[in-house]
T-cell receptor
Framework: DQQVKQNSPSLSVQEGRISILNCDYT??????FLWYKKYPAEGPTFLISISSIKDKNEDGRFTVFLNKSAKHLSLHIVPSQPGDSAVYFC?????????????FGTGTRLTIIP | KAGVTQTPRYLIKTRGQQVTLSCSPISGHRSVSWYQQTPGQGLQFLFE???????NKGNFPGRFSGRQFSNSRSEMNVSTLELGDSALYLCASMLAGAVTQYFGPGTRLTVL
């Protein structure tokens, strides 16, 4: 049972344009969401997070939007740069279960075309 | 501050053997979690240790075990290796009371 879903395995975006990565979840107990970026042969690198009490969080070129009623979150990268090419994972946790237990999506491979 | 370190980075074992992986968390982080990454399943939570105690556990068989030492360093052990255990094993550390985990580079385990 995949509680966190990233339905697009891959995405290609022109350099300078906006990249939008999507994530859906099924467990309404999740109250904290994170995005990680992963390059080959490296561990995931934390990008940005959002608590369920907010609907938007911004950090430089990265913005995460949360729609609790739809159980949907998205990561916007503006403008997209070649160095953004990587696999992006969405993750969720629940205070009830322990925030140390992250449930991950299967990832979206983002390719930025120069 | 140094990041999370994992040793070894690569390991090749044969079926039936056992293996021990090591993780040193970021200084000051007392929570250490372990994840398995496979192409088909993504990242799956194995277990988490805090102050030498296992606080949370994922849905993995008992062949997967771990421990944490007083200096917060953690080890993960897999006994009676199976071909399906081939994966990237990732360790993450977190400050007490925080919600953001920071990952190490992983140990790539290949079981032949």
């Amino acid at each position: 049972d995949q509680q966190v879903k990233q339905n697009s395995p891959s995405l290609s975006v022109q350099e300078g344009r906006i990249s939008i990565l999507n994530c859906d979840y099924t467990n309404s107990m999740f109250d904290y969401f994170l995005w990680y970026k992963k390059y080959p042969a490296e561990g995931p690198t934390f990008l940005i997070s959002i608590s369920s009490i907010k609907d938007k969080n911004e950090d430089g070129r990265f913005t995460v939007f949360l729609n609790k009623s739809a159980k949907h979150l998205s990561l916007h990268i503006v403008p997209s740069q070649p160095g953004d090419s990587a696999v992006y994972f969405c993750a969720a946790s629940a205070s009830e279960f322990g925030n140390e237990k992250l449930t991950f999506g299967t990832g979206t491979r983002l390719t930025i075309i120069p | 501050k140094a990041g999370v370190t994992q040793t070894p980075r690569y390991l090749i074992k044969t079926r039936g053997q056992q293996v021990t992986l090591s993780c040193s968390p970021i200084s000051g982080h007392r929570s250490v979690s372990w994840y398995q990454q496979t192409p088909g399943q993504g990242l799956q939570f194995l277990f988490e240790y805090f102050s030498e105690t296992q606080r949370n556990k994922g849905n993995f068989p008992g062949r997967f075990s771990g421990r944490q030492f007083s200096n917060s360093r953690s080890e993960m052990n897999v006994s009676t290796l199976e071909l399906g255990d081939s994966a990237l094993y990732l360790c993450a550390s977190m400050l007490a009371g925080a919600v953001t985990q920071y990952f190490g580079p992983g140990t790539r385990l290949t079981v032949l």
